[in-house]
């Protein structure tokens, strides 16, 4: 027997059943690509912010653990992100990890999280390894949300955790106020509004964050330029806010993640900007595309555009001749059969989408 033979008849005894059959999270090497996969923002910090996150970095205690409080943290990104006074805020290391927190904190054994479905990928896989249940919502065919659906499986459900993407990821849609706000009502346990691309949106939860009696609001940094970072926060009542904070690992946000916030955090305008570049660039962009032969693109308030393909090339197709121009893209068609012909497109800087609009033009019409 080899030191392998023994290593896989230990992992298939030992190891849960559902980890073996699953894969790892795949990053595509993005080396030489216009990366437009992940909804980071192409533009990168200016070099006079750049220079004091470096001294801010080179500053930090690395022989230490990160301090207990982090009250200065906190003030900053209240003040920052709009979080108010009286809401608790915790932090995570990428607002995946806040995910996992929730869930945690929420979930035992067989309870149910729930989502409208399509969304974000991550709810389902970290409901199931957390031995949770996970019920995903079907979208209508026209990627709208179902709110009798919903309502009807909440209520059949009951679930401890529900999760609204707003926007949603990877459609781009944007629920009503007035059917969030029936879900909260119907929702017999917490409701998670993951605001991950509020900035492209316009519209927020955050100043309600510590009066909902049963919802915390989510955010990340990812998308505003600091992907990097793995920074997520999660505001909402103290009461909620203090039962999550429990299963958080100890130290989670280490310093040099802190020293970066606290140099970049005091120039939020300069990230405001860059959104509200993406922003203004999302109409036309969209235009562009859909005007491609055989090319629909849904609405979108986020920065990204969920992109449908029926013409003679379909879009696993239209992928993969995109990967051979060296432009990344994330190809949706086989996730759920609603998002059959779908890639999902980050908006890039102009350059990028121009080369993406020039790459997509050439394509379709060979
Ligand atoms: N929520 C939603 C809806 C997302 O799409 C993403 C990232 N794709 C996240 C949360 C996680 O973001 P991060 O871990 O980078 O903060």
Not at 62 to 80: D, H
Not at 126 to 148: I, K, N
Request: hydrophobic share 50%; aromatic share 6%.
């Amino acid at each position: 027997m080899t030191s392998n033979d023994s290593a896989d008849g230990r992992i298939a005894q030992t190891v849960r059943a559902h980890v073996r059959a699953q894969q790892a999270y795949a990053v595509p090497d993005a080396t030489g690509f216009i990366k437009l996969d992940a909804m980071e923002s192409p533009y990168a910090l200016p070099d006079e912010v750049r220079a004091e996150v470096a001294r801010a970095v080179a500053a930090a205690p690395l022989n230490r653990y990160p301090e207990g409080n982090l009250s200065a943290l906190r003030a900053l990104v209240r003040q920052a992100f709009g979080v108010p006074a009286e809401a608790g805020l915790l932090f995570g290391n990428g607002s995946d990890e806040l995910i996992h927190l929730v869930i945690q904190a929420c979930c035992e054994p067989g309870d149910t999280v729930l989502s409208p479905w399509p969304s974000f990928v991550y709810f389902d896989i970290t409901a199931r390894l957390s031995h949770a249940r996970f019920v995903g919502v079907p979208l209508t065919a026209e990627l709208g949300l179902d709110l009798p659906a919903m309502l009807a499986a909440i209520a059949q459900h009951r679930p401890k955790v529900v999760f609204l993407a707003l926007p949603n990821n990877p459609t781009g849609g944007l629920w009503r106020d007035e059917d969030v706000q029936a879900i909260l009502d119907a929702a017999p346990g917490l409701v998670v509004l993951d605001e991950a691309y509020q900035p492209f949106a316009g519209s927020t939860w955050m100043p309600r964050a510590a009066d909902l009696p049963n919802a915390v609001v989510l955010r990340t940094v990812s998308k505003i330029g600091l992907a990097g970072l793995r920074f997520g926060y999660l505001a909402g009542p103290a009461a909620w806010t203090e039962q999550i904070d429990k299963v958080r690992p100890p130290y989670n946000l280490g310093v040099l993640v802190q020293a970066a916030l606290h140099a970049v955090l005091p120039h939020k305008p300069l990230l405001d900007e860059q959104a509200a570049r993406l922003r203004a660039d999302r109409g036309p962009l969209a235009a562009a595309l859909a005007a491609l032969p055989g090319v629909r693109v849904h609405d979108s308030a986020a920065n990204f555009l969920l992109v449908r393909f029926s013409g003679a090339k379909d879009a696993n197709a239209v992928h993969l001749e995109l990967k051979t121009r060296k432009i990344l893209v994330k190809n949706f068609s086989s996730m759920h059969p609603l998002l059959s012909g779908c890639l999902r497109i980050s908006i890039g800087a102009p350059d990028e989408n121009a080369a993406l609009l020039a790459a997509l033009h050439d394509i379709l019409s060979t």
